[in-house]
């Protein structure tokens, strides 16, 4: 919360102190600097580019929250028909409405032979697809009453490999409610974060072959949710188009990731109309991709 009250009326108190308390300018600009600068990183100022174009990648992984399709099987069948165009290897999907489906068909309408689906309701819940055998980690957790927590699955891969991918579905503080602004709310909302942080803590330190994490974190990149895997896994962001942008709408944040372990050639931002979350695609290969620096109007150089 103050990460993101941070980032967008951060500016409102330094522009007001810059014109106030004239004899510490210095200081107030150095805050504008360090706010711009914050807001820069998480709006996706950091290009990416190839010396070179990458091979044809030998894994694509993608993370969609699907809003629950909003619950009408027309708009069932239209997700349905993305999913098996965009045919991605392993897809981690959130707020998972299957209708009148069995998960298994489902899978089958979406162009997956295989899922693992974890059930919040009669027809709701976490899903893991795949184009490979994927089976339940055995350590999984779905919050009472909600589709948030996480599903974590073993994928057996062509190559003999077997990695680990972990759907992770943070809940929401749901800021526009009025109710949401009660304590008894926030301690939930904290609670319920706690008991997926834990269970995410013991997945990497037990884990110790390729992990991919995936998923709806309800939170921007300053924050601690998607904070605790900087350093240890890659942020498929390192290879998003440049000026790519937020992952959520209306307003505009970026609170869906894809950590890997290792630099993804190419990350790609899809809309479905009549979702407020992106559908994101990051490729990855077996080199590391060639990384060069390019300048923008922010910074004199940028890039990773």
């Not at 980032?7 to 600009?29: H, I, Q």
Request: glycine fraction near 8%; charge should be positive.
């Amino acid at each position: 919360m103050a990460a993101l009250g941070a980032m967008y009326g951060g500016w409102v108190v330094v522009a007001y102190f810059l014109w106030k308390d004239r004899d510490k300018r210095l200081y107030w600009g150095f805050l504008a600097g360090m706010w711009g600068l914050s807001w820069g990183f998480t709006y996706r100022l950091w290009p990416f580019s190839e010396k070179k174009p990458p091979p044809p990648p030998t894994l694509r992984i993608a993370t969609w929250n699907m809003d629950a399709s909003h619950y009408e099987r027309k708009l069932i069948e239209r997700d349905l028909a993305f999913l098996a165009e965009v045919r991605a290897d392993v897809v981690c999907l959130q707020e998972v409405y299957l209708g009148d489906y069995s998960a298994e068909c489902f899978a089958e309408r979406a162009g997956y032979p295989y899922i693992l689906f974890r059930k919040a309701g009669p027809a709701m819940g976490m899903a893991i697809l795949s184009r490979y055998p994927v089976t339940d980690y055995g350590a999984s957790i779905l919050l009472r009453g909600s589709t948030n927590g996480v599903l974590a699955g073993k994928v057996a891969l062509p190559s003999g490999d077997t990695v680990q991918v972990v759907n992770v579905h943070y809940p929401s503080y749901r800021l526009g409610k009025a109710e949401s602004w009660k304590y008894r709310h926030w301690h939930r909302v904290w609670e319920a974060q706690r008991e997926i942080d834990s269970l995410l803590a013991r997945i990497r330190e037990a884990w110790q072959r390729p992990m991919w994490v995936c998923g709806d974190f309800n939170a921007i990149p300053l924050s601690y949710a998607a904070g605790q895997w900087w350093g240890y896994l890659w942020d498929s962001y390192g290879a998003a188009g440049w000026l790519e942008g937020p992952t959520w709408r209306p307003i505009p944040l970026r609170i869906d990731y894809i950590w890997g372990p290792s630099p993804a050639y190419r990350q790609m931002t899809q809309w479905v109309e009549g979702h407020h979350h992106a559908y994101l695609l990051a490729e990855y290969g077996e080199r590391s991709p060639m990384l060069v620096k390019r300048k923008s109007l922010t910074f004199a150089l940028l890039g990773r």
